[in-house]
T-cell receptor, first 115, second 113 residues
């Protein structure tokens, strides 16, 4: 089965700084997504990463705060910009594959703590 | 809009007890339904899924049946083990896009020996 590599696995950052999270898949995928899991809460979709074009953001999320890139079919980055303690969460990359099941797989996540 | 509601946790059971975690949903069209599991210190994993009414998803002794009449997808296991201790998430995918999931709030299960 496919392997999704997400890094860093965790980081502690200072308020006002930015962090870029990488997601690499070892096979071509149809779609890539970024989710956020705030402490003690469920997962919320941030955006769909589109290859070669701007990401599609869900309500409540904007490009200036969460810029996303997807230069090819197997790689995407999410940047958390101008961080505040409220951004402390687990950020997860997820992908779907072009097969009959279109199964959604998740990366292991990035645990972000903002001081 | 679409939504998923799970029973509140945490749920604490003794080993070999019967497990039910309730999940109900609100959606337009014909969503696919999923249960994901997050073991301590690990990433989110697909446990089982069902794509149409009356389908039963099953895996590792867990089962869930897609009930359109009651808009439910309850997770059950006949005999839980300590290793089943984890957080369980119910989720749905709208009929137009299987990649965008709407998750319930998660239910923590703790199984004691």
């Amino acid at each position: 089965s496919a392997v999704i590599s997400q890094k860093p696995s965790r980081d502690i950052c200072q308020r006002g700084t930015s962090l870029t999270i990488q997601c690499q898949v070892d096979s071509q995928v149809t779609m890539m997504f970024w989710y956020r899991q705030q402490p003690g809460q469920s997962l919320t979709l941030i955006a769909t990463a589109n290859q070669g074009s701007e990401a599609t953001y869900e309500s409540g999320f904007v490009i200036d705060k969460f810029p996303i890139s997807r230069p090819n079919l197997t790689f995407s980055t999410l940047t958390v910009s101008n961080m505040s303690p409220e951004d402390s969460s687990i950020y997860l990359c997820s992908v779907t594959f072009r097969d009959s099941n279109e199964k959604l797989l998740f990366g292991s996540g990035t645990q972000l703590s903002v001081l | 809009g679409d939504s998923v509601t799970q029973m509140e946790g945490p749920v604490t059971l003794s080993e070999e007890a019967f497990l039910t975690i309730n999940c109900t949903y609100t959606a337009t069209g014909y969503p696919s339904l999923f249960w994901y599991v997050q073991y301590p210190g690990e990433g989110l994993q697909l446990l089982l899924k069902a794509t149409k009414a009356d389908d039963k998803g099953s895996n590792k002794g867990f089962e869930a049946t897609y009930r359109k009449e009651t808009t439910s997808f309850h997770l059950e296991k006949g005999s839980v083990q300590v290793s089943d201790s984890a957080v369980y998430f119910c989720a749905l995918s709208g009929s137009s896009n299987t990649g965008k999931l709407i998750f319930g709030q998660g239910t923590t299960l703790q199984v004691k020996p």
